[in-house]
T-cell receptor, first 112, second 113 residues
Framework: DQQVKQNSPSLSVQEGRISILNCDYT??????FLWYKKYPAEGPTFLIS?????DKNEDGRFTVFLNKSAKHLSLHIVPSQPGDSAVYFC???????????FGGGTRLMVKP | GAGVSQSPSNKVTEKGKDVELRCDPI?????LYWYRQSLGQGLEFLIY????????KSGLPSDRFSAERTGGSVSTLTIQRTQQEDSAVYLC???????????FGSGTRLTVV
């Protein structure tokens, strides 16, 4: 049973436009959510996070939105740049623990 | 070191042989995790160490897989009698007590031929 799902395996966006990556979860006990970015031959790197007490967190070009009632979060990247091309994983944890459950990832391709 | 270090970075082994993968976490991080990413797949949890507690082995796919963490620091993931389906990138991550997410190593790419 996949508790964290990223239903789009890939996304292609033109440079300068907005990229929206989506993530759904089923466990209502999750209270902390993170996004990681992974380049080929490298480990995932932390990008941005959000606590369940918030519905939005922004860091430069990256914004994460959380809709608790829908158990849905999204990552917005604007404007998208070719260097953003990577696989993006969403992850969730519960009860301030440090055990993360990851989604399957979405491959973002930003075309120049 | 400043980051999580994994070795080797690449390993090619013959089917049926045993392999050992090493992870050196960030100093002071009490939690250590092993994940793997098979071709085209997401991150699959394998095992979790937290301090001196018994590890959470619930993600290990078979009894051919085992891991240990010595002295609360370095961890070794051992795969016995490797099979072709074991081919994947094995990722190690560590985190601190005050949880702020994982720091991952660059992974070990295991190819079983």
């Amino acid at each position: 049973d996949q508790q964290v799902k990223q239903n789009s395996p890939s996304l292609s966006v033109q440079e300068g436009r907005i990229s929206i990556l989506n993530c759904d979860y089923t466990n209502s006990m999750f209270d902390y959510f993170l996004w990681y970015k992974k380049y080929p031959a490298e480990g995932p790197t932390f990008l941005i996070s959000i606590s369940s007490i918030k519905d939005k967190n922004e860091d430069g070009r990256f914004t994460v939105f959380l809709n608790k009632s829908a158990k849905h979060l999204s990552l917005h990247i604007v404007p998208s740049q070719p260097g953003d091309s990577a696989v993006y994983f969403c992850a969730a944890s519960r009860n301030a623990g440090n055990m993360l459950t990851f989604g399957g990832g979405t491959r973002l391709m930003v075309k120049p | 070191g400043a980051g999580v270090s994994q070795s080797p970075s690449n390993k090619v082994t013959e089917k049926g042989k045993d392999v050992e993968l090493r992870c050196d976490p960030i100093s002071g991080h009490t939690a250590l995790y092993w994940y793997r990413q098979s071709l085209g797949q997401g991150l699959e949890f394998l095992i979790y160490f937290q301090g001196n507690s018994a590890p959470d082995k619930s993600g290990l796919p078979s009894d051919r897989f085992s891991a240990e963490r010595t002295g609360g620091s370095v961890s070794t993931l051992t795969i016995q009698r490797t099979q072709q389906e074991d081919s994947a990138v094995y990722l190690c991550a560590s985190s601190s007590t005050g949880f702020d997410g994982y720091t991952f190593g660059s992974g070990t790419r295991l190819t079983v031929v």
